[in-house]
């Protein structure tokens, strides 16, 4: 009887702890999502080398949301409004008081490479004001009305030409970044003033532009995360503190006022720095919150313009945390989110830089979740996928006209045994990532190794 035993499970008859992977490539459920954006893009030393954008047109990286750009103040020159209009008492009318020269570089090489800015209006954020220091940049402008005729002018030199400008696709603009980030104004490093005065702002300037540009999408406003939110499926919140609970209390306060006035808000966008799972019941809070002020999916895009997890500095570089954004890569595809921005895709030191080495200019194993993913982009079309896992493996799928693509991930220290069922489909390529591989190709596994994500590539039958 042993030996029977044995026998079957050396054939694969007896596999109750295999995880089961069901994909009905003939049930489309919409569209493989743009949830494969990523942050400021990356920049090579001082002299702004724009020689790598090159990797986010490889793997397909729709965006790059300019928030943070270069560095300390933008570098103080790039893409933050006191880089672009230096002087706030000058004319906003006049074409010479405005300094486009280097973000103009930046955006026709970020067109060049087919990847879309996302504009963050406003400045790039100042965490030393968590020592106390005072800011620079941070404090609200001076006169919303004047702020926001200078923002119309940034819009029109990108979009419309104005003042020499360019005409590229510049389709989301987000007012500010972070205006939520601390409860005590004095160690905010996004908004020096309270909540209520951001609501003032967003009141005066989302209608003047929507009013301006019909066409393009307003909102904001890049909130902090929702960390204490409990939504219904009262899911424990994991990292209350009354901190996260200013995040969720301002997230209420925001969407009352812009509903109670019918101000404008095409997309609302917001972070988590948590792991994929905290995550992604973040995104689902958020949703629903969203729903519950009558800003359903089909009036307001849901987009998710910070995400990175796993966020220490012996993680970069490192299958953990490569796998970790596969999953959640995977689990955005598959949630309430329309849009999705890594933070980010610099190449630098800090522990914010998952994509690119700074000493090789090379990219690190977490990069090819991104390219990995481009797999289900270039088919278009994403099928439904059944998993009896349900926590630590990850999958999606979707299908071209001449095949399908499929990716999976394991956000866990175990390795998965894996029970397939592909409708007939043959697999004819796979690529596997984990602690001792790269972006391998190698035959279809039986498991899924921890820390791990593939893409398989699988023929009509």
């Given at each position: 009887m042993k030996r029977n035993i044995w026998m079957m499970l050396a054939a694969g008859v007896l596999c109750a702890t295999a995880a089961e992977v069901?994909?009905?490539?003939?049930?489309?459920?919409?569209?493989?999502?743009?949830v494969n954006g990523a942050g400021q893009p990356p920049l090579i030393g001082q002299l702004r080398n724009y020689t790598m954008l090159h990797y986010l047109k490889d793997a397909g990286i729709p965006y790059s949301r300019l928030h943070d750009v270069g560095g300390w103040l933008g570098t103080g020159l790039y893409v933050d409004i006191p880089n672009l209009f230096p002087d706030f008492d000058a004319?906003?009318?006049?074409?010479?008081?405005?300094?486009?020269?280097?973000?103009?570089?930046?955006?026709?090489?970020?067109?060049?490479?087919?990847?879309?800015?996302?504009?963050?209006?406003?400045?790039?954020?100042?965490?030393?004001?968590?020592?106390?220091?005072?800011?620079?940049?941070?404090?609200?402008?001076?006169?919303?009305?004047?702020?926001?005729?200078?923002?119309?002018?940034?819009?029109?030199?990108?979009?419309?030409?104005?003042?020499?400008?360019?005409?590229?696709?510049?389709?989301?603009?987000?007012?500010?970044?972070?205006?939520?980030?601390?409860?005590?104004?004095?160690?905010?490093?996004m908004w020096r003033a309270p909540f209520s005065e951001y609501i003032r702002m967003y009141g005066t300037v989302a209608p003047y532009l929507k009013a301006k540009f019909p066409h393009?999408?307003?909102?904001?406003?890049?909130?902090?995360?929702?960390?204490?939110?409990?939504?219904?499926?009262?899911?424990?919140?994991?990292?209350?503190?009354?901190?996260?609970?200013?995040?969720?209390?301002?997230?209420?306060?925001?969407?009352?006022?812009?509903?109670?006035?019918?101000?404008?808000?095409?997309?609302?966008?917001?972070?988590?720095?948590?792991v994929p799972a905290e995550a992604m019941r973040q995104v689902r809070f958020a949703d629903e919150v969203l729903c519950s002020y009558g800003f359903t999916a089909d009036r307001c895009e849901r987009i998710f313009n910070e995400w990175l997890p796993y966020v220490k500095h012996e993680n970069l570089g490192s299958a953990i945390q490569a796998a970790g954004i596969a999953a959640e890569l995977i689990g955005?595809?598959?949630?309430?989110?329309?849009?999705?921005?890594?933070?980010?895709?610099?190449?630098?030191?800090?522990?914010?830089?998952?994509?690119?080495?700074?000493?090789?200019?090379?990219?690190?194993?977490?990069y090819y979740a991104f390219t990995a993913f481009n797999e289900l982009r270039k088919r278009g079309s994403a099928v439904a996928v059944r998993t009896a896992d349900g926590k630590d493996l990850w999958a999606t799928a979707a299908k071209?006209?001449?095949?399908?693509?499929?990716?999976?991930?394991n956000d866990?220290?175990?390795?998965?045994?894996?029970?397939?069922?592909?409708?007939?489909?043959?697999?004819?390529?796979?690529?596997?990532?984990?602690?001792?591989?790269?972006?391998?190709?190698?035959?279809?596994?039986?498991?899924?190794?921890?820390r791990s994500f593939l893409v398989a590539i699988l023929a009509q039958p």
């Open positions: 069901k994909v009905d490539f003939d049930k489309v459920v919409g569209p493989v999502k743009r004319d906003e009318n006049d074409p010479k008081n405005y300094r486009f020269a280097y973000t103009d570089s930046l955006l026709q090489a970020l067109d060049k490479n087919g990847v879309e800015p996302f504009f963050r209006l406003g400045v790039t954020i100042e965490n030393f004001a968590a020592w106390g220091l005072p800011p620079v940049r941070t404090m609200p402008p001076k006169d919303f009305a004047k702020w926001e005729r200078i923002c119309e002018h940034v819009i029109r030199h990108y979009t419309e030409g104005w003042a020499d400008g360019m005409k590229i696709k510049i389709t989301y603009w987000e007012i500010w970044n972070e205006p939520d980030s601390n409860p005590d104004i004095e160690r905010s490093p393009l999408k307003i909102g904001g406003y890049g909130a902090c995360g929702f960390y204490a939110g409990v939504g219904s499926d009262h899911v424990p919140a994991a990292n209350s503190s009354p901190r996260t609970m200013h995040f969720v209390e301002c997230f209420h306060k925001f969407l009352a006022a812009v509903r109670d006035n019918g101000w404008p808000l095409d997309f609302f966008s917001y972070h988590s720095y948590s955005l595809q598959n949630g309430p989110c329309d849009v999705a921005c890594i933070y980010d895709a610099r190449c630098g030191v800090g522990n914010y830089s998952p994509l690119f080495n700074p000493l090789t200019f090379k990219p690190h194993k977490a071209g006209e001449k095949d399908a693509a499929l990716m999976l991930a866990s220290d175990k390795a998965i045994p894996l029970s397939c069922d592909f409708q007939g489909r043959v697999v004819t390529a796979c690529r596997i990532t984990d602690k001792d591989r790269t972006d391998a190709a190698v035959p279809f596994p039986s498991e899924l190794p921890p």
